[in-house]
Nanobody, 125 residues
Framework: QVQVAESGGGSVQSGGSLAISCAARGLRSDHYAIAWFRQAPGKEREGISCIAGVGSTTHYRDSVKGRFTLSRDNTKYTVSLQMNNLQPNDTAVYYC??????????????????WGQGTQVTVSS
């Protein structure tokens, strides 16, 4: 049974930093990509960062480039998202997602089979 769990998050003032992590357990292949999505109140869920299971291809949404950094530990199934210079429009529930994508990763929700419950990130001005 595959389990995906996020940790971290919380509240921070504008310009501050937070780190969130995702641990995926029960995977039986190295070909799983891991992605972070977020959903703000009243908005669509959007992908913001992802890393391929094979190789180290990493993508960032334009709005977080230069501020967010995705890293993966040697087990490949734990990733961390370091978020710097957070702004109020970064406030959202952040979700970790896992999909069997091989050498690529995407921001398409349909490509990801396993999802975590989400963790709240709140940035105040």
């Amino acid at each position: 049974q595959v389990q995906v769990a996020e940790s971290g998050g919380g509240s921070v003032q504008s310009g501050g930093s937070l780190a969130i992590s995702c641990a995926a357990r029960g995977l039986r292949s190295d070909h799983y990509a891991i992605a972070w999505f977020r959903q703000a109140p009243g908005k669509e869920r959007e992908g913001i960062s992802c890393i391929a299971g094979v190789g180290s291809t990493t993508h960032y949404r334009d709005s977080v480039k230069g501020r967010f950094t995705l890293s993966r530990d040697n087990t490949k199934y734990t990733v961390s998202l370091q978020m710097n210079n957070l702004q109020p429009n970064d406030t959202a529930v952040y979700y970790c997602a896992v999909g069997l994508l091989g050498r690529v990763c995407t921001f398409r929700r349909a490509d990801y089979v396993y999802w975590g419950q989400g963790t709240q990130v709140t940035v105040s001005s």
